[in-house]
């Protein structure tokens, strides 16, 4: 045989047998990588037989790599689930993100502010906790630049939430690189809404007094200026509206103070037996004298064999007072006034009723807040301070019952309150 031919010869044995180690290697490698993924041991039998003992120490060496990673992740579920049996007890809203603002843990009261962290754990946090504000100050939390404590608030579903939140970095407890942090958020929702109502409530009443002050003001400088050379029908006309906003400013800081008694920790509830029918048939005999009723018809539709009920009598006459005082201030003369009490179910229901010209339908709802007033200019010409319906709402809730209102426009307006009634 020609030499060239024997070398060709020997070169295609060479490559052949190249190619088939090539082939087992890439079988072993093939092996180790599906190992790898169902992150199980690679067995010596799993390899193909001809790779010979190369492999041993690989094999060996990721065997343990896995079961290590398998022992880590075995303690890292225990601190876990270690530390959510802790936090999850705490009234405290809790969070842990990971460096990757991944949600390793969050806790039941967080799930009760936020109801869509249920299914929060894994996913980055923004996906519930949405806002510019948090992602800052998880940001500064994570640099160890962020204040002791921030108040956020988050708009879910068209409501604002405010939350105090608390942030640290804590070490990362999946043996990694990057820090974790923790945050506790305190749910201030309702203290923000107290505070927002107390703002309400200061201006509200500035601006209430104001008015009739500055009336007063204007009208007596006038007075102690010119009152030598103004005719005597001016100065009595001055006079007697110095006299309408004094009284104005008297009735609207009467109703600020019995407000305030009411809301007070002793709102001073002195309860007793009390027959309705009695103290309604009072009331209505009061008013039937009363010069401002004259003009209107009276009636009484009370069940007579009500039984008395635990009331403070002198608080349920100024709620019925209220209710027919408003009656009377907006309906025309004519008009038809009705009080009615009945039993229904455990409670006694009263009623106030009137032919009026009602409460347009977008209004019912806020009739019974402080200073809410459908006509305003008509409310304050007849004397009105905004804070009526919500004496009574103030006085029915103490007694433990509740308040509603019903109204047609143009046909009249029905305001109930119930009472619960005794024990048996
Ligand atoms: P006010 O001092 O202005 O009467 P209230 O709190 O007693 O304040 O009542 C709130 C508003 O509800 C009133 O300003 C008035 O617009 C409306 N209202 C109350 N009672 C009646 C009624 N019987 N008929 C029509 N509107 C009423």
């Known amino acids: 045989m020609p030499p ?80 959510e049996a802790t936090l999850g007890s705490l009234r405290e809203a809790v969070l842990i993100i990971d460096g990757g603002n991944c949600v390793v843990l969050a806790n039941q009261a967080l799930q009760e502010i936020f109801p869509r962290a249920t ?15 948090f992602l800052n100050y998880a940001e500064a939390v994570r640099r160890g630049t962020a204040g002791p404590q921030q108040e956020i608030e988050f708009v879910e579903a068209a409501r604002s ?5 608390t942030g640290a970095p804590i070490p990362p407890l999946d043996g990694g690189k990057d820090l974790w942090s923790l945050f506790v958020l ?7 809404k107290l505070e927002a109502m107390r703002r309400e409530f200061v ?3 500035s601006h209430e ?37 004094t009284e104005r400013l008297n009735s609207l800081i009467e109703d600020l103070l019995a407000l305030s ?16 029918p009695a103290l309604l048939a009072d009331v209505l005999a009061d008013y039937r004298a009363r010069p401002a009723a004259a003009a209107h018809q009276l009636h009484a539709a009370v069940e007579p064999n009500l039984e008395p009920l635990p009331a403070d009598p002198l608080k349920i006459t100024q709620a019925v007072e ?40 977008a209004d019912l709802p806020h009739i019974f807040e402080r200073f809410y007033r459908v006509e305003k200019g008509r409310s304050r010409e007849k004397g009105g301070t905004g804070l009526g319906l919500s004496i009574v709402k103030h006085i029915v809730q103490l007694h433990g019952g509740r308040v509603w209102a019903e109204s047609t426009p143009g046909q009249g307006s029905a305001f109930h309150f119930s009472l619960p009634a005794a024990s048996p």
């Open 322 to 361: 209220n209710l027919l005082d408003n009656a009377l201030k907006y309906t025309p003369p004519g008009s038809r006034i009705e009080i009615g009490a009945r039993a229904h179910d455990r409670e006694v229901v009263v009623t106030v009723r009137d032919n009026g010209p009602g409460i347009p339908e």
């Open 209 to 245: 007094l104001r008015t009739p002050l500055s009336v007063i003001k204007g009208y007596i400088e006038t007075l102690a200026d010119g009152h030598r050379e103004m005719p005597l029908d001016d100065r009595e006309k001055f006079l007697r509206t110095v006299q309408r906003h």
């Open 203 to 205: 201006a509200n009443v």
């Open 4 to 83: 060239a031919t024997v070398i060709a010869l020997l070169l295609a044995v060479a490559l052949g047998w190249a190619l088939l180690r090539l082939r087992t290697h890439r079988r072993a490698v093939q092996a180790l990588q599906q190992a790898m993924i169902r992150q199980q041991r690679l067995l010596r039998d799993d390899l193909p037989a001809a790779l010979g003992g190369t492999w041993d120490a690989l094999c060996e060496a990721t065997g343990d790599l896995l079961d290590e990673t398998a022992r880590l992740r075995q303690l890292r579920a225990g601190h876990l689930a270690q530390l």
């Open 261 to 276: 008694r009411l809301e007070s920790a002793d709102p001073g509830l002195r309860p007793e037996p009390v027959s309705l």
């Open 119 to 133: 299914r929060i754990l894994g996913q980055r946090f923004e996906s519930v906790l949405r806002g510019v504000a």
């Open 161 to 165: 939430v405010w939350v105090e939140v």
């Open 186 to 192: 305190h749910d201030i929702t309702r203290q923000k």
